[in-house]
């Protein structure tokens, strides 16, 4: 029954990331006019939001290591589906311009780090918290020095999309979502205790399962430059890298810290 919980918990969250909180990024995005840059950028954000839920949930429900390996495997697996993505499309080459050289690099140092912290056993120091903050300001302080985005959204023909639907969207699928991350949270515990199965295992599975809005919009953002007649132009790969980057990142500058402080804090409650 707790497999259960765990898989629909996590399905459910998936359903709300794509139906619920990128439709409303879509609904902004275009009211906004919004660059591709900004747009991938938001959207890799979004599909971050359900390794944020796991990670507090699993660390307060005991099974850090789970979560933490969440965040890890979902980064791997994020690289994998776009370099699918890139292959299937037939990208590589709009993929290795020097343009995108920043992105390409802070994507893979956000593979790096959880995976070394763990080997190292340190990843859960109190110092991690400003310290992951801070790497997830340097990336956006470089990525703006070397990517500008193009000033005023110009590369859109015309703003389509309502603001307060896109709003209204946004904000019910993150309330929603947390709920669901309640179920999950203390089912994958559940799992892990009466199946016997390793935190790490556990971890992976619930990689996969949160890394399927990276893959739905990254397959999106291509077969729709290919349907406009616009690949090749270096905006799809823009926008497909920045969601990488920026959910990558946002996994290791963003859900790891606040899960990192809401583990330790609930661990120093429960110690006192």
């Not at 359903?15 to 906004?32: N, P, T």
């Not at 893979?108 to 070394?116: C, F, K, Q, T």
Request: charge should be neutral; include cysteine; hydrophobic fraction near 55%.
């Amino acid at each position: 029954m707790s497999a259960l919980i765990m898989i629909g918990s996590a399905a459910v969250i998936i359903l709300l990331v794509k139906f619920g909180l990128l439709r409303g990024i879509d609904h902004v995005a275009g009211a906004l006019n919004w660059s591709a840059k900004t747009r991938g950028q938001v959207t890799g954000y979004a599909t971050s939001v359900p390794e944020l839920v796991c990670l507090v949930a699993a660390g307060l429900a005991g099974v850090w290591e789970a979560g933490l390996w969440n965040i890890a495997s979902s980064n791997i697996i994020n690289a994998g589906l776009m370099l699918m993505a890139v292959a299937y499309y037939r990208q590589f080459g709009d993929l290795w311009n020097r343009r995108f050289i920043d992105e390409v690099v802070f994507a893979g140092l956000a593979i790096v780090v959880p995976i070394a912290l763990m080997y190292w056993g340190a990843d859960t120091q109190w110092y991690l918290v400003p310290a992951l903050l801070g790497f997830f300001v340097v990336y956006q302080v470089i990525d703006r020095r070397v990517n500008r985005p193009k000033e005023g959204g110009q590369e859109s023909e015309a703003a389509v999309g309502s603001l307060p639907l896109g709003m209204i969207l946004g904000v019910t699928a993150l309330v929603c979502i947390a709920v669901a991350g309640m179920f999950l949270g203390n089912a994958t515990a559940q799992v892990i205790e009466q199946m016997g199965i390793r935190p790490a295992i556990a971890g992976w599975i619930l990689g996969v399962v949160t890394s399927i809005p990276e893959m739905v919009s990254f397959f999106a953002v291509y077969a729709t430059s290919k349907k406009e007649g616009q690949l090749h132009g270096l905006r799809d790969t823009q926008e497909a890298l920045d969601n990488l980057t920026g959910s990558n990142m946002a996994n290791v500058g963003i859900v790891y810290p606040i899960g990192l402080a809401a583990f330790l804090i609930a661990a120093a409650l429960l110690a006192g």
